[in-house]
Nanobody, 126 residues
């Protein structure tokens, strides 16, 4: 099994920064694709950033590109999402997910991920 736990969410003002962390346990972490996703009230779950096994960034959502940075450290079974210049529309529950796929077209699809954390709330409010 794979267990994922997100942390670092909170209440911030527009323009502020947050760093989310994902702590993973399980033997497949280092060989799995990992993604950050988010879901706002009344909206579908959407991808934020995804990486392959190498830890290199595959892509960012257009809405966060240039503001968010994802990193992955397999040796410590952790991943982070550095979020800068936060906007009101960034408010959502953020999820860390792990899956086996290495197919580029599937990396942004929530359905391609087998394991999910419980989510951490990020609220951006003025």
């Amino acid at each position: 099994q794979v267990q994922l736990v997100e942390s670092g969410g909170g209440l911030v003002q527009p323009g502020d920064s947050l760093r989310l962390s994902c702590s993973a346990s399980g033997r497949t972490f280092s060989t799995s694709a990992m993604g950050w996703f988010r879901q706002a009230p009344g909206k579908e779950r959407e991808f934020v950033a995804v990486t392959r096994r190498s830890g290199s960034v595959v892509s960012y959502a257009d809405s966060v590109k240039g503001r968010f940075t994802m990193s992955r450290t397999s040796s410590t079974n952790t991943a982070t999402l550095q979020m800068n210049s936060l906007k009101l529309e960034d408010t959502a529950v953020y999820y860390c997910a792990v899956g086996p796929t290495t197919i580029t077209s599937q990396l942004t699809n929530p359905a391609a991920y087998a394991y999910w954390g419980q989510g951490t709330q990020v609220t951006v409010s003025s």
